[in-house]
């Protein structure tokens, strides 16, 4: 507003117009449109093509393909978290301003609709952001803290359990936005940005909150050092299944054993350096994103101290183009690989297709083809090493006879001793022991009749 008391408004109506709402753009500004439009070209392809690769890739991995170290539940939940990041990438409305001039599109924002959709919108981009890191950073540990060589198996319920933590912490770290955001008006212009109500710490405080757990910087320096911790780690198991080949094969059964182990840590080497890869490419390109806004924040404070108003407007129509279209651009480069993730998993996994088994059920129809996981344990280690060492067949089916034989003999002894091991149960009820108490007391009784009646006879 002048002095006589007359409103001055812009020749756009919302902030993000500015992208292809001005004419006397510098060289600087017309390079950030140009990357603008670079992004706008292969947005919609790498969306329509990642939301397919992501549905394709929640439907076997959930249905037909079994990992070891349940790889296969952890890359369908990272399809699912992929698929609401593409999501909210594709309709969220300043990736469509950026491009609006090439495709031709022209429409209302939702976000302007009203102060509720500003807020939640923008809610919902920060968690999309969130989400997906927190969560790679979740896989990355829990393949540090798997053990190769312990017997016990992992467990999916860790599984589910580190997923809702990564979503519960996407939610609390994006709540803050909903709260901070707001739709006002500058200089005549409609903006959905952090309001001006909330005191200027405040607004940095929040920016550096959203760089550092929203953006994903301290995700991405914590996932660099488990990555190290895992190829420390690989290489040590690279170690002992050197080891482990040097030692010639026989066909007794620890070495049936011996061939199950190196199968399991061969399995644990390959998904490990899956799992590595991923999660490097995905923290170099979250560190790039993160990078450019530091720097961003620095120039923008050195380009507007002391500046008067007139120099602090064309300032702010350049950074605002400038932020927009590099951060856009970042943001498409993981779409792009969120996209391409199926051809990632498809050629870096070669063997996963032998551990699926697939059977026709011709009484439903709707089922033709239902696809059956194998349950990838030691005891699939173990028939995988028989099959390739055939001499070790035999001894297993002796041990096998030997084995049913003893149950045969326990389940006779159980039988002619019932009444006695009831007596006992109820004992060890009353007396609140466990059965193996009961067992030994049983045992002991045993010898204390047989004992006493050697010497009576004697």
């Known amino acids: 507003m002048l002095a006589n008391n007359t409103i001055v408004c812009s020749n756009y109506l919302f902030g993000m117009e500015l992208m292809f709402h001005f004419s006397n753009g510098s060289r600087l500004e017309h390079l950030a449109m140009l990357i603008g439009g670079m992004v706008a070209v292969f947005r919609i392809p790498a969306v329509l093509f990642g939301i397919v690769s992501c549905w394709i890739m929640l439907a076997l991995f959930t249905c037909k393909i079994g990992l070891a170290q349940h790889l296969?539940?952890?890359?369908?939940?990272?399809?699912g978290t992929d698929l609401v990041f593409i999501s909210t990438f594709s309709v969220f409305p300043e990736n469509s301003y950026i491009g609006s001039t090439w495709w031709r599109i022209s429409h209302f924002p939702g976000q302007f609709r009203n102060y509720a959709l500003c807020r939640y919108l923008n809610g919902l981009n920060d968690f999309a952001l969130s989400v997906r890191i927190i969560f790679i950073y979740f896989l990355v540990l829990d393949f540090v803290t798997y053990n190769p060589t312990s017997n016990f198996p992992a467990r999916t319920s860790k599984v589910w359990l580190f997923a809702l933590t990564s979503v519960?912490?996407?939610?609390?770290?994006?709540?803050?936005?909903?709260?901070?955001?707001?739709?006002?008006?500058?200089?005549?212009?409609?903006?959905?940005?952090?309001?001006?109500?909330?005191?200027?710490?405040?607004?940095?405080?929040?920016?550096?909150?959203?760089?550092?757990?929203?953006?994903?910087?301290?995700?991405?320096?914590?996932?660099?050092?488990l990555c190290w911790i895992l190829h420390r780690q690989m290489k040590w198991n690279n170690q002992f299944l050197l080891y482990l080949k040097q030692t010639p094969n026989s066909d007794s059964i620890p070495g049936l054993i011996k061939i199950g182990r190196e199968l399991e840590?061969?399995?644990?080497?390959?998904n490990a350096s899956v799992v590595f890869a991923h999660a490097q490419i995905n923290c170099f390109c979250r560190l790039g994103s993160c990078s450019f806004?530091?720097?961003?924040?620095?120039?923008?404070?050195?380009?507007?101290?002391?500046?008067?108003?007139?120099?602090?407007?064309?300032?702010?129509?350049?950074?605002?183009?400038?932020?927009?279209?590099?951060?856009?651009?970042?943001?498409?480069v993981e779409v792009?690989?969120?996209?391409?993730?199926?051809?990632?998993?498809?050629?870096?996994?070669?063997?996963?297709?032998?551990?699926?088994?697939?059977?026709?059920?011709r009484r439903n129809c709707s089922a033709r083809c239902h696809?059956?996981?194998?349950?990838?344990?030691?005891?699939?280690?173990?028939?995988?090493?028989?099959?390739?060492?055939?001499?070790?067949?035999?001894?297993?089916?002796?041990?096998?006879?030997?084995?049913?034989?003893?149950?045969?003999?326990k389940k006779s002894l159980y039988e002619t001793h019932e009444k006695d091991l009831k007596s006992f149960s109820l004992i060890s009820k009353s007396s609140k022991t466990t059965t193996i108490d009961s067992?030994?007391?049983?045992?002991?009784?045993?010898?204390?009749?047989?004992?006493?009646?050697?010497?009576?006879?004697?």
């Open 265 to 270: 840590l061969q399995d644990f080497e390959r």
């Open 168 to 225: 519960v912490l996407a939610v609390i770290t994006s709540s803050s936005t909903p709260m901070i955001y707001g739709l006002w008006q500058h200089d005549g212009v409609f903006l959905c940005a952090p309001d001006p109500f909330w005191h200027s710490g405040q607004h940095k405080f929040y920016w550096m909150h959203h760089l550092c757990l929203v953006d994903g910087l301290v995700p991405c320096l914590c996932i660099s050092v």
């Open 371 to 409: 696809c059956v996981k194998e349950r990838i344990s030691a005891r699939y280690y173990i028939e995988k090493a028989m099959k390739q060492n055939r001499g070790a067949q035999g001894q297993v089916r002796q041990r096998y006879l030997v084995l049913e034989h003893l149950r045969e003999l």
């Open 336 to 361: 792009i690989l969120v996209s391409f993730s199926i051809l990632w998993w498809m050629c870096r996994l070669p063997g996963m297709q032998e551990k699926t088994n697939v059977r026709k059920d």
């Open 293 to 332: 806004k530091c720097v961003w924040y620095a120039l923008y404070g050195m380009l507007t101290y002391g500046s008067n108003s007139q120099s602090l407007g064309i300032c702010w129509r350049s950074t605002m183009i400038i932020k927009a279209s590099i951060w856009e651009f970042w943001v498409c």
């Open 439 to 458: 067992l030994k007391t049983f045992e002991r009784e045993v010898r204390r009749r047989s004992t006493v009646s050697a010497v009576s006879f004697g």
């Open 72 to 79: 296969h539940l952890w890359v369908a939940l990272s399809s």
